[in-house]
């Protein structure tokens, strides 16, 4: 039962899924059939080569309330009758090809997945990945990119708080595009994604559907580029203005008892929502294509299906309210057409007026192969980690200046104020730490409380250890949390792989959740929503192995949250955690890429130490010692010291400063668990005592004042010098 190659390459099936779905189904399969199974068992919908992997990833704790799989995103109950629903998701593909509409529509597609539950969208970050600025085709694609974000977000009204952007050649012709909302409901308001009770009613509202994104999830986000292929027709054109008129009319929806489930259109378009929230309902769904309204002619049903044009919502409308429920969205001034019903056979039927061109057991389409692969480590990820990078020559004291400002230059390093001043982040009046600082952070109105949120991931510690980099991912993720005053709560992740039937990239893939399940294990912070991005390749060639931590923290009063920059002259500096100079620290550090052109040498994390800095840091805080509180991550000590100086143009003078090792690892080492304070004077005996109970090294530094960061016998720099190196430092490249 051979099919053309090219059918199957359409729908990104092989022949031997091919073979199964001819053997479960007992014939072969219609042309809309093999559509409808094609989207399904994509990677994209289907997790078929990550789902037996992310079981071993913990998601339950007292304040999770849905877990991952179980909706459209995970929901933490924050208190106060109030949850928090959050999810991040890729739009990598699109954007490699247009990058405007490819990350507009990243964010309108993980937005609907936050207000078809019924909460309020609060808050956007993303997470981005280019190659270097010094090429042509990488700054085009990162001024779409950015431009893409704020042009969508800033019409909807929400506020982006955050984020992070990372540069390595890998990612060239190969972007990645992350998107993390989160939303605030009442519990009592959720709404679940499912098509239940025989005889409701599928409505579907908003825009009408062309032929943009056909094959979206299929085709473009289940396998690597084709360099002869023009995938341009699978990326989806956005509408904000139409998609803000539907966040309000769904929120209003949600608060009546007209409606048995709602969904958004995203990937796979009416295919997935419909199927999936039948799957989720334990029923059935029949719709008529025909009633389907269109916005391009002779559309035949197989179009209409996969099409993934955007601002499209289903609503499962409980019989009878079905008037009700129309003249919401009249008012509204969205279309609504009623397209099909629920029923009571567990079959997805799928109609041309009277002919049926689809039918198949609901359980099927959404029960895809899984694939397990037993993997070795590669041998040249041994000899990465094997590498001594002690034998590379130490940094000599007079070069110590100029390093650190090619450093605070360096673009992963450097301001981002360029792409975050396109975007609107005080929209909503409820931010209280804008981006720039280790994590945002916005009041809850209403209450005393603050959310603190952070996306995080060095793919170079996972390119070179995928077990630890999945590890510090999450702790780096937590302490940036801690360093805001929250309590970290839960965890939403993107995973940006390269293709996964190669032996290589399902190792990384399989070890970095490891590292990340072992993390939050010990940390105790459930992972409640993610995707999986995999075939992020170009002509072979796989993007770095990329974990991106998308997390949500607690704050129970507003007035206790904390910022990175030093306050007041005067304060004592100390180093929290972490104290001892270990040469190692230099490997695949961002110093070690800049100065000596290699990516080598082990990341190392104490998970034990991690538990303990954050439970002290967060007393301190809540004692009210700590006036500033940063993360040593990215260029170590060195840049840690000068972020902190240049957050309010305060400087810094070291007491004695002497290390027995080498001075590129004390001054640049990226040891984990360590955080930068300042505390008043007058509090730096109850610092002490802090530290003490919880077993912590609280190294006294230094003092707050002047205009120049000193570390004697090293670093003299003023602060107008390293705050043109910063700023200036991305800027520049473009």
Partial sequence: MPVAKEILDEVALSQQEYELIVEKLGREPSQVELGLFGALWSEHCGYKHSKALLKHLPSGSQRVLVKPGEENAGVVDIGDGLVVVMKIESHNHPS?????????????GIVRDIFTMGARPIALLNSLRFGPLSDSRNRYLFAGVVGGIAGYGNCLGIPDIGGEIFFADCYSTNPLVNTLCLGIAEAKNLVRARAHGEGNLLMLVGADTGRDGLHGASGLASRTFEEERELRSTVQVGNPFLEKLLIEACLELAETDWIAGMQDLGAAGLTSSAIESAARGGGGIEIDVLKVPRREKDMTPYEVMLSESQ????????KGCEDKVKALFDRWELRSDIIGQVTGDSLARIKEGEKVVAEVPVNLLTSPPVYRQRV???HWLEQLQAFDVTSVPDLPPKKANSTLLRLLASPNIASKHCVYRQYDHQVGNNTIVLPGSDAGVLRIKGTKKAISLTVDGNARYCYVNPYLGGVIAVAEAARNLVCSGAQPLAITNCLNFGNPEKADVYYQLKECIAGMGRACRELRIPVISGNVSLYNETKGEAIYPTPVVGMVGLIEDVTRHCTSGFKNEGDLVFLLGDSKVVDSSIGSSEYLELVHGMIKGNPYVDLELEKRLHRCCLE????????????????GLGVALAESCLANGLGFVSHDWSTEGRLDSALFGEAQSRIILSVAPKSAWKMDRLAVRWQIAATRLGTVGGKRLVLKGCIDLSIDKMQEAWWDGLERLL
């Fill in 620 to 635: 301190a805080m809540r004692r009210r010692i700590i006036n500033s509180a940063h993360d040593c991550s990215e260029g």
């Fill in 96 to 108: 490699a090809i247009e990058p405007y509409q490819g990350a507009a529509t990243g964010v309108g």
């Fill in 311 to 318: 601002e499209r919502m289903l609503v499962v409308v409980k």
């Fill in 376 to 378: 070795k480590k590669p």
